[in-house]
């Protein structure tokens, strides 16, 4: 029987090497990586436990444990041996620490991520889609015109003298996801880890603000639309879009959507992804319209407290 072992984040080279070798297996099967940047994140902070599937000495499995969420993933060649639910009934008696309102994302929306959830009463709550289209030279001139009195501008990380964007585009973000349970709730301690990626480039983070003179503080930031490019991969992703909801219908979604593709093809990206929640009609009707095609979705169950 499978056991476990555990590591307070990411730091310990050897773990996290391990950890990453079950992910990549499972993300080359799969077609999909199995964790989430966000519990990625939580994983390296500290803010949630990585774990180890061990049976004997061989890494069987992976997950992040904590703070009311489970990711899990067992290695594509000890499948169907019964570590995932083992593993789940240890983490829900009494040393495992699991218990109240709980959430669980099945990236790929897996079969046995299914059949899992139904036999620990977990049941769906969001789907999200992952959407692609491929970048040809075509998109790196975008067409739609911004509303007047409205341009678009790189985000400025500011400085010690000069404030920059971090302050009103955090406000903004909250606002435009004021009902999101993860993208709503990024403070500014949020977005600096973010900013430390190796991935981050201010350039990438266009931002569709009022224009202003010159000599007079910037104009109210509009909306945003966050790239995000992977240190030497040539598939772009539309990280985060979003637009003030006094500004909604006035074209400024389409703009930055366009802005962005041409900014991806413009460094060298061939293909496109985003990821939106299936039930945002708006977003996923424009996504569709700028040529972005299904290419799989992810399903977050829900167990309420027992």
Known sequence: ????????????????????????????????????????????????????????????????????????VVHPRYRRRGHATAALRRLFDDEGGMSGDLTAWAHGDHPGARALADRFGFS???????????????????????PDGVGITAFRAGSADEPGDTADWVRLNALVFATHPEQGAISEGDLADRMAEPWFDAGDLLLARETAPADAAPGRLLGYNWLKIEPGSALGEIYVLGVHPDAAGAGIGRALMLAGLARLRQRGCTAVELYVEAESTGPVRLYRSLGFVDRTSDVQYHRWPR
């Open 124 to 146: 769906a709550k969001r789907t999200l889609l992952q959407l692609e289209r491929p970048l040809a030279d075509a998109d790196a001139e975008p067409a739609a015109v911004l």
């Open 1 to 72: 029987m499978s056991r476990t072992l555990s590591a307070p984040d990411l730091s310990d080279s050897a773990f996290a090497a391990r950890f990453h070798d079950v992910a990549d297996a499972a993300a080359h099967t799969d077609g999909h990586r199995p964790f989430n940047e966000q519990s990625l994140l939580d994983a390296r902070s500290g803010r949630r436990s990585p774990q180890l599937l061990l049976e004997g000495e061989d890494a069987v499995g992976a997950a992040v444990f904590g703070r009311g969420e489970i990711d899990l």
